[in-house]
């Protein structure tokens, strides 16, 4: 049977390496998708929305969590215990079909940032992950602009592999640039195609 949950900004949903308990389909909220290392580090892997999944792989890998889930924006969710999401996948295979299409995508992204991560530089970093987030995350705002969901810059910065202080240098160039225009909920995104040539410069 199908589980509602709700968690507020800040709760974990899961550690890395815990036991999974099942499926997440997110209703409403964003939750980021992390790495932490020994000395405390962090790295955001991936940023879940509504209407996307959460904790696939261990429907076809491993029981174990493969990363940490931590809600960003407060998150309300449905959850499908593994066995029971195991019988619907056996009674309707065209999940199992909908289950790959998901893990290819995510591998294509995870390949995406590993190339973003080896060969660009912070600044361009920073700018690719931006362009990233309209792709995944962005919605059509007023005169052709585009609304992206406002992360902190800690936040942002453990996902570009960049420092916080980096972050802010390249956030106040982009807004002086009139490229983007920070507001207190939201990041909106004025000039689309002059980001993406920022990163061929």
């Known amino acids: 049977m199908a589980i509602e949950r709700c968690y507020p900004r800040g709760a974990t949903i899961f550690l890395e390496e815990e036991e999974s308990d099942g499926f997440y389909i997110i209703v409403s909220g964003l939750v980021k998708i992390i790495k932490l290392h020994e000395d405390g580090r962090e790295i955001t892997l991936d940023l879940i929305r509504e209407d996307e999944v959460l904790g696939e792989m261990t429907i076809v890998g491993s029981s174990l969590r493969s990363a940490t889930a931590i809600v960003v924006k407060q998150t309300a969710m449905i959850v499908f215990p593994g066995k029971s999401f195991h019988g619907l996948m056996s009674d309707m295979p065209v999940l199992a079909t909908n289950i790959i299409e998901i893990l290819s995508e995510r591998l294509r992204n995870a390949n995406s940032q590993i190339e973003a991560l080896s060969f660009l530089n912070a600044r361009s970093r ?39 202080q980096v972050v802010n240098k390249v956030l106040n160039e982009l807004r002086s640039s009139r490229f983007i225009e920070v507001a207190q909920k939201h990041v909106q995104i004025l000039d689309l195609d002059g980001l993406r040539e920022l990163l061929l410069m």
Not at 128 to 146: C, F, M, P, S, W
């Open 126 to 164: 920073v700018i690719y992950n931006l362009i990233h987030l309209v792709r995944e995350q962005g919605t059509a705002g007023e005169d052709k602009t585009v609304i992206i969901p406002r992360l902190s810059q800690s936040e942002l910065a453990n996902l570009c592999g960049v420092s916080r």
